[in-house]
């Protein structure tokens, strides 16, 4: 039987979507998961063989909620190969910055979701936060690792913040 890990649904010391309270929970808590699983994968990289991210359905009195978790298969080589990588994405992360996101939705005051982004712009803003330079230079070092496990793990959203960025330097050329 494998081994599941449960992270969390969002970085500990950020908002998200509240059950029982937040309007269109469900869609902006697996929303709020998916993000979550891109940014450890830009901070960490993807998951050795023998485990995975995956999202965790929980029951819950008011209904249920998903949060992040990893799988690890079991079996001792699986165990032993993925240990270092657990021990890096078991506390999650703290914020979205730590992997150069921003939060997929931003909430009032009272919790409602005032900007909620589709996944793949959460991503493109990541991976032109942490982009380089136009001389290929990060200005955070950390970022080149983020930046480079973003263009790996999603290379069509790649292309499109290439493109965009592509677009925007063009447009200041001239």
């Known amino acids: 039987m494998p081994h599941i890990i449960d992270i969390g649904g969002t970085p500990a010391n950020e908002n998200c979507a509240q059950l029982g309270q937040t309007e269109d929970f469900e869609r902006l808590n697996r929303l709020e998961v998916a993000a979550y699983k891109a940014a450890l994968i ?22 249920r909620y998903f949060t992040l978790g990893i799988r690890i298969a079991d079996e001792d080589a699986a165990i032993a190969a993925a240990a270092s990588y657990i021990e890096q994405v078991e506390n999650g992360l703290g914020t979205w910055l730590e992997a ?26 990541a991976l ?47």
Do not use: K, M
Not at 45 to 58: A, D, H, K, Q, T
């Open 42 to 63: 830009g901070r960490f990289g993807p998951p050795p063989e023998g485990c995975e991210l995956v999202e965790l359905r929980n029951p819950h009195d008011f209904g």
């Open 100 to 125: 150069g996101f921003t939060a997929p939705v931003s909430y009032d005051d009272a919790g409602n979701a005032v900007q909620v982004r589709e996944l793949s712009d959460v991503i493109v803003s």
């Open 128 to 174: 032109l936060i942490t982009r380089p330079t136009t001389d290929g230079v990060f200005a955070i070092p950390e970022n080149a690792v983020v930046y480079q496990n973003l263009v790996d793990a999603y290379p069509a959203v790649a292309a499109i913040a290439a493109s965009q960025l592509a677009f925007a330097c063009e447009g200041a050329a001239q």
